[in-house]
Each structure stands twice: as C-alpha cells, then as structure tokens.
C-alpha cells in the first residue's frame, strides 16, 4: 500500500525575491511550515538571507556560494527555534539514494519540510509532499513513486510542482553538487 507525507497544507508558496535568494525563499517558506502553527514565525526574505550570509561556510573553497547548506542550516536553527526533534542538520553523501532516504524518513518523522539542493547544486527548492511504495522507516526500502516541490522561481510568485520518481531523478536530481567546495559530488 503507498505511503504518502503531504504538508502543502502547512507550507506556504514564497518566491525568491532577487535571482539569487532561492536559498532565503527556500528558508523562509521551511520556517512557515513547521507543523505546529504556533511554532510558525514569518520573516521577511531579506532578513533570512542576511542570516544566511552570515553563517555561510567560512571556508575559502566555499565562497562563491550565494546559500549554502551551513548557512541555511544555521539560519534555520537561529531565526526559527525550536527545531525538528534533535536540530536542524546537513545530510549529504554521494550515494543519491542515501540522501533521498534521509528525507524521506525525516519528513515523514517529524512532518517538516525539507530544503534540497537541485540542478546539481544550483537552485534551491522545498520538498512538501511525497510518495512511495512502504512507509520509510528504519530498516525499509521505500521506493520513490512521485514528489512535489515548492519552487521559488518565477521570482516574486514560486510554483508547485509534482512529477514522479523517473522525472525528479532525470531531472532535478539528474547528478550531485557541480560546484566546487564541500558540497561537490554530494547530493
């Protein structure tokens, strides 16, 4: 039987507000979309990316990235406590697989959002709803059938889209990171 994890009701849709606040727009609507309306705090988009910038990675070699995952990560942690169960955290690895479970089984543990990294590491975008063929749990092997994400873009509006597995992985997710720094060849 499928098993589905559908927060659309709980997130809301922001669009990036300059052509390089994906990360911010991605922040912002993972911060609105905390599964307890109380926990939910709205902030302006220029006020996450100025969080942002200043958690980026500190790294030389991590530079010319606009968001990345330390600074989102941070933001999360600084602007809208309390976190998931535990704290917010980076999963990354170079096995797609891997990752795609640890979403999965977060989302479906906690009822949060997740901001992911998609165009091989240049645009980020928020995952609010998914499917697979078991419910994904230590020790399953769920198989993704189909996905939706939050896209900031087109700027100032978002969309929604859904698409299945064989689309997400030919697609947004066709490879890992193509940038240089800690990121690259994770997912």
């Excluded at 990036?16 to 922040?27: E, K, L, T």
């Excluded at 096995?95 to 795609?100: C, E």
Aim: hydrophobic fraction near 35%.
């Amino acid at each position: 039987m499928p098993h589905e994890v559908d927060l659309r009701g709980n997130v809301s849709l922001y669009g990036q507000q300059s052509c390089i606040w994906c990360g911010a727009a991605s922040g912002q609507m993972t911060m609105d979309g905390y599964p307890n309306p109380a926990d939910r705090v709205f902030y302006a988009q220029v006020d996450v990316w100025n969080t942002i910038q200043a958690n980026n990675s500190p790294l030389p070699a991590d530079a010319a990235w606009a968001t990345d995952p330390t600074g989102l990560k941070e933001s999360l942690m600084l602007l809208n406590p309390p976190p998931p169960p535990g704290s917010w955290s980076v999963h990354m690895n170079s096995d797609r697989d891997a990752v795609m479970f640890d979403i999965l089984y977060w989302m479906n543990r906690n009822h949060y959002p997740v901001a992911t990294l998609i165009n091989r590491g240049g645009h980020w975008v928020v995952i609010v709803r998914y499917i697979t063929d078991v419910e994904p749990i230590a020790g399953s092997t769920p198989t993704l059938q189909y996905i939706t994400k939050y896209d900031p873009e087109p700027h100032n509006f978002g969309s929604e889209s859904t698409m299945t597995a064989a689309v997400w992985y030919s697609t947004d997710w066709v490879g890992p990171v193509q940038y240089a720094g800690s990121w690259l060849n994770q997912y």
